[in-house]
């Protein structure tokens, strides 16, 4: 909407143009957001980890329902998905300890991409935990990244225990 001046005039009598269009488009309800969207709302913090709580939840419900995915490329997916985000958040934890290689993880790595790139919802479900698209400037390569600031979410575990628990059962 063009704002010209003779709208102005028409604010004195009470009749403003109407607003311009709000230009965020907003979520589809159900829909997966990576959390870097999620972080950029001004929020409290439990309602950030409230959402990204939500977030985990539609991911792997879209993994473990899904008809299209054979059950052991789900299962292999999970797991896989369980051990990135456990080693991303208790290896290198320790002062002194270099964690960047378990908070780093290659798309492009044959088994990653079989499990996670290949695999519908789970880029979501392992995004929903913290982790980062990121492209490396030394290779051009888009990898996943744990940022090492990140605060663990009060949810976690829990997570880590719905993956594991369906890992037993199939």
Request: charged content about 20%.
């Amino acid at each position: 909407v063009t704002t010209t001046h003779g709208d102005l005039n028409n604010a004195s009598e009470g009749t403003l143009p109407p607003p311009p269009p709000n230009r965020t488009s907003l979520p589809q309800p159900g829909a997966v957001l990576p959390p870097q969207l999620a972080t950029s709302a001004e929020a409290d913090g439990s309602e950030y980890q409230q959402q990204i709580n939500e977030q985990f939840d539609e991911a792997f419900l879209m993994i473990t329902t899904s008809s299209s995915i054979e059950s052991k490329v789900k299962k292999n997916s999970l797991t896989i998905v369980r051990k990135l985000i456990n080693n991303a958040i208790t290896k290198g934890q320790i002062p002194g300890e270099d964690g960047e290689k378990f908070r780093r993880v290659r798309l492009s790595n044959q088994k990653i991409k079989a499990a996670i790139v290949d695999v519908q919802g789970a880029l979501d479900l392992i995004m929903s935990c913290g982790f980062e698209l990121v492209e490396d400037n030394n290779t051009s390569e888009t990898v996943l990244v744990y940022p090492a600031d990140k605060g663990v979410p009060h949810w976690i575990s829990r997570a880590v225990a719905n993956l594991q628990a369906y890992e037993s059962q199939n």
